[in-house]
């Protein structure tokens, strides 16, 4: 019996190259490191305050810090890997967060350990892009299917972070919170050392656009530190000036190509771009949310903290119950039907919120909705990242994942604010009772409206990733 087109990728799925595998596992220890090392310190910043003698607002500098020094180095990335080469640029990565938590492990005190961890930021924060844009590299077609599997340690790491955290802090110092990555990062080092392929042809000694840096990297940057201040004067003005800065970059790259620091011709390629919206609206809907709906239970519904982790744990589950399916579920279903129908099913469990806003806390439907959250997170993300690269070519892959992260790293604290600041302003300043519950029902209202825009771009993604090229043409 003939086989027809079904059949045909099921048969390239099985025959799937070895050495993809071998590059998606080595590529993951940048994202599992990187995101490991950001749970551990984040749940940890009380201990430092107290070990360091600092106040919290000096020592949640430890992770502001890091966060603003990623959003500095991160549009360098597209330029990095044109001049040195993704493998190159990989090592020398993985070398400086090694080496740089070291630093972090031997400080002397917290302004030392915050300058530190600005370094770690400048080299860490570069790992995931990096690790992404090399699946994508090898895993071509397939990499819906190959990020899905290399996604699932990466969810683990926020289970496991705060365990390791706590034993740290019970048994050993507060530095082996950071010494704790010197065997990995040396075994990642080494691993793809040996496993990496080499791709020195590939390099291009083009110039550096030294005007867009200057204008997107302390943009990036001084959009992250005003909408984390926004509910100051300062926060507001220096999130204004942030906008500025993208706002002149985008108007001096519009004529330089791929000259700029970012090419913006590739927003040009429809598809591309409307992966990027998606990705953007999406990614900032998941940390949206994962400020809401602990903030509600706790505030509104009145739980305690420690009730969080199994309270939320459908959440996560939900996401590694689908995560390791997308290749299959990419392949049966369609981009563009699998991302939209995981942002209905987004819509769907966001309006669950609304109603246990409206009506009180009822476990039946936090627990369900949850779970269908987490289901619908995850089926929107990979296939329209999997879409994003199929739309170019290879040799803008650099370019491209500098495009998509820097859409990620904004999408979540744009759409926090929004929250943010709407959830504050109904709460005035002495809401209790009713005008909390109310309050967080039209932070979740906005939520759901924010899910429906999800839906809106994801309904313009291909319908296959064979209509990809297609679409382009």
């Keep these: ?91 020398w990565c993985f070398a400086g967060f090694t080496l740089s938590s070291a630093l972090c492990g031997l400080a002397w005190s917290a302004d030392a350990l915050i300058a530190f961890r600005v370094f770690q930021g400048i080299s860490g924060g570069l790992l995931a892009p990096m690790a992404q844009m090399m699946i994508a590299k090898a895993a071509g077609r397939h990499m819906a299917r190959v ?14 972070g705060p365990i390791i955290a706590g034993a740290i802090l019970q048994y050993a110092s507060w530095r082996w919170l950071f010494l704790v990555n010197l065997p990995v990062g040396t075994l990642a080092f080494l691993l793809a050392f040996l496993f990496l392929p080499r791709d020195r042809e590939e390099v ?46 985008l108007w001096t790259a519009r004529g330089k190509g791929d000259a700029a620091l970012v090419d913006l011709r590739l927003f040009k390629i429809r598809v591309f771009s409307a992966a990027v919206i998606t990705q953007f609206l999406s990614n900032g809907i998941q940390f949206a949310g994962q400020m809401l709906i602990p903030a509600f239970l706790i505030q509104a519904c009145g739980r305690a903290p420690a009730e969080m982790g199994w309270m939320l744990a459908p959440l996560g589950l939900g996401m ?16 563009r039907a699998l991302s939209a129908g995981g942002a209905l099913l987004g819509f769907i469990a966001t309006m669950a919120f609304l109603y246990l806003a409206l009506h009180g806390l009822n476990l039946f439907i936090l627990i369900p909705a949850l779970f269908l959250r987490g289901l619908g997170m995850s089926a929107v993300g990979l296939p329209s990242m999997t879409a994003a690269y199929a739309a170019i070519s290879k040799q803008d892959l650099p370019m491209a994942t500098t495009s998509l992260n820097i859409a990620q790293r904004l999408g979540g604290p744009i759409m926090t604010t929004l929250c943010a600041t709407l959830l504050a302003w109904r709460l005035g300043a002495h809401g209790s009772g009713p005008a909390v519950t109310s309050a967080y029902a039209w932070a979740f209202l906005l939520l759901c409206m924010l899910q429906a825009g999800v839906f809106l771009a994801a309904r313009r993604l291909p319908r296959r990733l064979d209509d990809v090229r297609r679409a382009e043409r």
């Design 1 to 91: 019996m003939p086989q027809g087109p079904a059949s045909e990728d099921v048969a390239k799925d099985t025959q799937l190259d070895p050495s993809v595998w071998r590059i998606a596992a080595v590529a993951l220890f940048g994202g599992l490191l990187a995101q490991l090392d950001a749970t551990i310190v984040n749940v940890s910043l009380s201990s430092l305050a107290a070990d360091l003698h600092a106040s919290f607002s000096i020592i949640q500098w430890v992770t502001s810090g890091y966060l603003l020094a990623l959003a500095l180095a991160l549009p360098l990335n597209g330029w990095l890997v044109g001049r040195i080469g993704a493998k190159s640029l990989y090592l």
């Design 147 to 160: 990020a899905g599997y290399m996604a699932l340690p990466v969810l683990l790491a926020p289970v496991f």
């Design 204 to 249: 291009a000694h083009k110039k550096l656009d030294w005007l867009g840096l200057v204008l997107l990297s302390p943009g990036l940057a001084l959009c992250l530190y005003g909408a984390d201040k926004i509910g100051r004067m300062t926060g507001r003005a220096t999130l204004a000036s942030g906008v500025i800065m993208i706002s002149c970059f």
């Design 320 to 335: 590694m119950v689908t995560y390791p399916q997308m290749g299959a579920l990419t392949d049966r279903f369609g981009i």
